[in-house]
T-cell receptor, first 114, second 113 residues
Framework: GAGVSQTPSNKVTEKGKYVELRCDPI?????LYWYRQSLGQGPEFLIY????????DSGLPNDRFFAVRPEGSVSTLKIQRTERGDSAVYLC????????????FGPGTRLTVL | AQSVTQPDIHITVSEGASLELRCNYS??????LFWYVQSPGQGLQLLLK??????LVQGIKGFEAEFKRSQSSFNLRKPSVHWSDAAEYFC???????????FGQGTRLTINP
């Protein structure tokens, strides 16, 4: 079946602009995660959704970052007033349930802030 | 705070040679442990995971890992590597009460022909 998909695959923007990154999880998966991977580093957790609600947003770096999942499926990560330090690959993952199930990752969106 | 250390940033081995990638974690209790592989332009793919039970875990693509509680380690091994194993490998842990994965910084594996 289809895996986790993310759009766009690449996004180039200018400092100060607003961007939205989309994640389409595997059908039927109730848990959805966002991670950020900077160059040469492992992924870092941003936020976790169980259904429509954000169950853990402790990894969001500041209030410029926000994520939604209004219908419990597709999620959008929103970044306001982008900064050059936001440049990274943003990864989305989903799992059937959150407790012990494997997190399946999408290919990521590479964000470059000029 | 929990942390994961992968001491080797880059490892080069010859095709057909054995491989061991190291992973150490800092945690208060026995976490759930994972190894993922990331090829260029690809998403992270799960190789294997340890939750409980037998401390030697078998995964896909001929990989295995051994959980050693006394050493807080979860090293990944493969008896004979193939050129297609060249990739970035990440060790990750998850607290039994939480959902987020905490990753190490990764080990880049290069295979010499």
């Amino acid at each position: 079946g289809a895996g986790v998909s993310q759009t766009p695959s690449n996004k180039v923007t200018e400092k100060g602009k607003y961007v939205e990154l989309r994640c389409d999880p595997i059908s039927g998966h109730t848990a959805l995660y966002w991670y950020r991977q900077s160059l040469g580093q492992g992924p870092e957790f941003l936020i976790y959704f169980q259904g429509t609600g954000a169950a853990d947003d402790s990894g969001l770096p500041n209030d410029r970052f926000f994520a939604v999942r209004p219908e419990g499926s597709v999620s959008t990560l929103k970044i306001q007033r982008t900064e050059r330090g936001d440049s990274a690959v943003y990864l989305c993952a989903s799992s059937f349930r959150a407790v012990t199930d494997t997190q399946y990752f999408g290919p990521g969106t590479r964000l470059t802030v000029l | 705070a929990q942390s994961v250390t992968q001491p080797d940033i880059h490892i080069t081995v010859s095709e057909g040679a054995s491989l061991e990638l190291r992973c150490n974690y800092s945690y208060g209790a026995t976490p759930y442990l994972f190894w993922y592989v990331q090829s260029p332009g690809q998403g992270l793919q799960l190789l294997l995971k340890y939750f409980s039970g037998d401390t030697l875990v078998q995964g896909i693509k001929g990989f295995e890992a051994e959980f050693k509680r006394s050493q807080s380690s979860f090293n990944l091994r493969k008896p004979s590597v193939h050129w297609s194993d060249a990739a970035e490998y990440f060790c990750a842990v998850r607290n039994q009460g939480a959902q987020k994965l905490v990753f190490g910084q990764g080990t880049r594996l290069t295979i010499n022909p």
